[in-house]
């Protein structure tokens, strides 16, 4: 079993930890919890014929069976779905608990870690500062921070496209032995960490995950604004984009009640243990936040559209290269598409979550869930999504797979 030192160290990353997904079997929801009844609204169709289907009761019913296998195999405690597309309806709904040790259920007003989708909300307060003339996206980190290897040659672009060539400081093994529950660490500690380490290639050369470049980042952003992360965000971001205040990037450990409980290995002895007041300082603006489904639907629309953004920057964030994992996937800044799916995923020890958009069909999809723990090196999120848009939307089957679910009924 994976401790909880290395859930931590391989948390935040997103399309790259998809690899090769299984199929979902086996119906059966987690821990024998009463999964309520479907929340599905059909709408007529304005178009008529489109790849999206009408989220009928008949199509909620596949879904429900769909997410139930991926439950059984991945032994998740619990999770919720949500699925939102113009004139096609919606479908939202919980399965499972939320808490363990009283039985509660999974429900969708619950609060969660989103781990690695703070990225996105990282890169846009950069972005905005872009728009503003007060930096550029080629310009050199060094000019901002000093002490950075090769610090005069990354380019801000490079740092929110993960192809700068720094160290992944989540990486270093001493880093991993000290982690707990309540480890707290500063951004400067988290580079000191990178930093020690030579760097793994020229910038631009390839792509490569590293949650320090999101640390450099948020830290250019409180030098620039002259305030910390967590206003800017809040106030520049979160406000703007209309999200609530459950929508937040913490000082501490706060987090908004309701909230579930989230799950993780333990790091000795291999068992479950519940990490939802763990410290999420050693992810800072790699993957601190917290968030909710119905703000994660609202925030996937306005960052796939870029509403807080000029055209031209959000066409920047948008032009997306390779990640030279999974075909047909590529990370633009903070930010990637994958079949389609415009978006990000998180993970954290005990929260997993899924944000995306899909313009084509201007569908919107959610996934939250309450355990970090790999089914056979698959994220779980992963294995949702793809049971998911195997059904809904086949030709863009997220992360790339044919779809493993019958689409007969």
């Not at 935040?12 to 479907?38: D, K």
């Not at 997220?398 to 779809?403: A, D, F, I, L, Q």
């Amino acid at each position: 079993m994976r401790s909880t030192r290395t859930r931590m160290r391989r948390a935040c990353v997103a399309a790259t930890a998809a690899g090769v997904l299984l199929a979902p079997v086996a119906a059966g929801s987690a821990y024998g919890a009463p999964a309520p009844a479907p929340s599905v609204s059909a709408a007529p169709s304005p178009d008529g014929d489109t790849e999206f289907p009408q989220l009928t009761p008949a199509v909620a019913a596949r879904l429900d069976a769909a997410v139930r296998e991926v439950m059984d195999r991945a032994k998740v405690p619990g999770v919720t779905v949500g699925l939102w597309a113009p004139g096609k309806g919606s479908y939202v709904k919980s399965f499972g608990v939320a808490d363990k040790s009283t039985g509660a259920p999974m429900t969708p007003d619950l609060g969660v870690r989103i781990g690695s989708e703070t990225k996105t909300f990282t890169v846009t307060a950069l972005l905005q500062l872009v728009d503003q003339g007060k930096i550029g996206l080629d310009d050199p980190i060094g000019k901002y921070i000093s002490g950075v290897p090769n610090g005069d040659r990354i380019t801000l672009r490079e740092l929110a496209g993960m192809r700068s060539g720094l160290f992944n400081y989540s990486e270093d093994a001493g880093f991993s032995n000290e982690l707990s529950g309540t480890s707290t660490f500063t951004p400067q500690q988290l580079l000191d960490i990178s930093f020690k380490h030579p760097v793994n290639f020229a910038p631009g050369a390839k792509f490569e995950y590293s949650n320090t470049n999101l640390i450099l980042l948020g830290l250019l952003v409180e030098k620039i604004t002259g305030r910390p992360i967590q206003e800017v965000i809040g106030q520049d971001v979160v406000k703007p984009a209309g999200l609530s205040s459950r929508t937040l990037f913490p000082v501490g450990r706060e987090f908004p009640e309701p909230h579930a409980h989230g799950y993780t290995n333990d790091l000795v002895g291999g068992k479950i243990v519940d990490a939802t007041d763990f410290d999420p300082s050693w992810a800072w603006a790699a993957g601190a936040m917290v968030s909710t489904l119905e703000d994660l639907r609202s925030w996937a629309k306005t960052l796939a559209t870029g509403t807080l953004l000029t055209p031209a920057t959000q066409a920047e964030r948008l032009k997306t290269q390779p990640i030279g994992i999974i075909p047909g996937a590529g990370y633009g800044l903070g930010i990637f598409n994958v079949q389609g799916w415009i978006g990000h995923n998180g993970s954290l020890p005990g929260y997993e979550t899924l944000t995306v958009y899909l313009p084509e069909e201007q569908a919107t999809m959610v996934i939250v869930l309450n355990t970090d723990d790999l089914y056979e090196g698959q994220e779980p999120s992963t294995l949702f999504g793809e049971a998911v848009t195997s059904i809904v939307t086949p030709g863009h089957v997220y992360p790339g797979h044919k779809p493993t679910v019958d689409k007969s009924g």
